[in-house]
């Protein structure tokens, strides 16, 4: 198994270009169920989860032709094609895999009445239930149930516009939705919906293949339903989680980088964070600019929260940081149950920290020290690569599969600024 090496130390300079987000890409992939004409994709990150989506896409019949880009800064091209459904079956061996497989059942529901998928089962961030997304297809008018850990969701007839109100903000459950309110007859209108920019990405993608929809960006979506969609092309909006770990990479390590082909308002919340902390952060014409000089950074709090608030995809890099801090900082997580996985492994680095319930508190060192780690989950991993960037000595990453799934080229990109980072095939 691959595991990548990190000398900390060296400060950061240069320019790193921020690839197309993995979770914009993969709902935008599900959105090609929707048609039988093509859906053409640019600016699409290679990554293993896209690599799985794209797996369980031909698994139900959809014809994938994918160019890769050329340069590191290049997104891929996907022409997706669902002219003939073959199937409408996702497996237990991919949902468990990747648990954003569950957002085919939305779109397969409506365009081929029926969809069988599997229950994700359990997670390593918290329970990640999906209950929101099935009440929502059953307010559209779906049967849904529960068979042999799958769930099966039926609409022979199709599916009925009607007024959806989450209890508590989903993103998952948003994209589920929208999906298959776009071919239901009538209007839907989903209150308390998630207001993340992939949700105004797919959202743009659907009415770029003929779908009606207005307030997007609001908590308050409303969709009137058409009868079918046609081809599109639409570009993947930039990575805002890897945006802000390369922000807060240069913060931990120090430096000067240009993140290109970002912006600014996708990170909304994390850029007064950067300047709390003493980090210079400013817009450019390709994007954003970070720097740091050799100051050490002030410790801050944060409190993840649904967009524009602090989000919990950048909570352990944000921890990272934290830790070498100047004071004591109070991280608490809002959104899932258990993840403070980075924890433990922090600590075998000389980190400080005390768990309290939902809330992390920090008190920064003056330096980590490298070690052997292991993560649980992608963001918990590049937390690690961040305090492995700012620690005395070698850290070693296992499991590093767990990058692959949603930084494309992590090692490539910081060794091109400077970083003394390398993977290692075992
Ligand atoms: C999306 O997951 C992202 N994944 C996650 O990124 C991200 O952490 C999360 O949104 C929050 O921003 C993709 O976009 C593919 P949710 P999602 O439904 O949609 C509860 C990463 O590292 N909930 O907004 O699954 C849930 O348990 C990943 O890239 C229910 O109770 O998240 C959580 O506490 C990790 N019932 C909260 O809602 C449901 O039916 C928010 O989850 C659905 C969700």
């Given at each position: 198994?691959?595991?990548?090496?990190?000398?900390?130390?060296?400060?950061?300079?240069?320019?790193?270009?921020?690839?197309?987000?993995?979770?914009?890409?993969?709902?935008?992939?599900?959105?090609?169920?929707?048609?039988?004409?093509?859906?053409?994709?640019?600016?699409?990150?290679?990554?293993?989860?896209?690599?799985?989506?794209?797996?369980?896409?031909?698994?139900?019949?959809?014809?994938a032709d994918w160019r890769p880009g050329r340069?590191?800064?290049?997104?891929?091209?996907?022409?997706?094609?669902?002219?003939?459904?073959?199937?409408?079956?996702?497996?237990?061996?991919?949902?468990?895999?990747?648990?954003?497989?569950?957002?085919?059942?939305?779109p397969l529901v409506v365009r081929a009445g029926h969809a069988k998928v599997s229950l994700p089962g359990g997670c390593a961030i918290g329970a990640r239930p999906v209950d929101l997304h099935l009440k929502a297809l059953e307010a559209l008018g779906a049967e849904v149930v529960l068979e042999e850990g799958y769930v099966i969701v039926a609409a022979p007839k199709g599916l009925k516009g009607a007024r959806i109100e989450f209890p508590i903000v989903?993103?998952?459950?948003?994209?589920?939705?929208?999906?298959?309110?776009?071919?239901?007859?009538?209007?839907?209108?989903?209150?308390?919906?998630?207001?993340e920019p992939e949700i105004?990405?797919?959202?743009?993608?659907?009415?770029?293949?003929?779908?009606?929809?207005?307030?997007?960006?609001?908590?308050?979506?409303?969709?009137?339903?058409?009868?079918?969609?046609?081809?599109?092309?639409?570009?993947?909006?930039?990575?805002?989680?890897?945006?802000?770990?390369?922000?807060?990479?240069?913060?931990?390590?120090?430096?000067?980088?240009?993140?290109?082909?970002?912006?600014?308002?996708?990170?909304g919340a994390v850029i007064p964070m950067l300047e709390k902390v003493g980090v210079e952060i400013k817009e450019t014409n390709r994007g954003l600019s970070v720097h740091r000089n050799g100051v050490r950074p002030i410790s801050a709090d944060a409190n993840t929260a649904p967009f524009p608030g602090f989000p919990t995809d950048l909570q352990a890099q944000f921890m990272a940081l934290m830790t070498t801090a100047d004071g004591t900082s109070r991280i608490r997580e809002t959104i899932f149950e258990n993840r403070f996985m980075h924890v433990p492994e922090l600590l075998r680095m000389g980190a400080d920290i005390r768990i309290e319930g939902d809330t992390a508190i920090v008190t920064g060192v003056e330096r980590l020290k490298g070690a052997p780690v292991m993560a649980?989950?992608?963001?918990?991993?590049?937390?690690?690569?961040?305090?492995?960037?700012?620690?005395?000595?070698?850290?070693?990453?296992?499991?590093v599969y767990h990058l692959d799934r949603g930084f494309e080229r992590l090692e490539e990109k910081l060794s091109r600024v400077g970083a003394q980072i390398e993977r290692q095939s075992a």
């Open positions: 198994m691959d595991r990548i090496s990190i000398r900390g130390g060296a400060p950061l300079k240069g320019e790193i270009p921020i690839s197309g987000a993995k979770n914009a890409a993969l709902p935008l992939m599900a959105a090609c169920l929707l048609s039988e004409e093509p859906l053409t994709l640019t600016n699409v990150p290679k990554l293993a989860d896209v690599v799985s989506m794209a797996d369980l896409l031909g698994q139900l019949g959809v014809s340069t590191v800064g290049e997104g891929g091209r996907y022409v997706l094609t669902a002219a003939h459904l073959t199937g409408t079956t996702a497996d237990y061996e991919i949902v468990r895999k990747m648990r954003a497989s569950f957002l085919v059942a939305g989903s993103v998952g459950a948003t994209e589920n939705t929208l999906m298959a309110a776009v071919l239901a007859r009538g209007e839907t209108v989903i209150e308390n919906a998630a207001r105004d990405d797919l959202g743009r993608c659907l009415i770029a293949m003929g779908a009606k929809i207005s307030g997007l960006g609001t908590s308050r979506i409303i969709v009137q339903g058409v009868t079918s969609l046609h081809a599109a092309e639409h570009a993947v909006l930039p990575d805002r989680i890897e945006t802000g770990t390369y922000a807060f990479a240069v913060a931990i390590a120090g430096g000067e980088v240009e993140l290109t082909g970002t912006r600014a308002e996708l990170i649980t989950d992608l963001r918990a991993s590049s937390s690690l690569v961040l305090a492995g960037l700012a620690a005395e000595g070698e850290t070693i990453i296992n499991r």
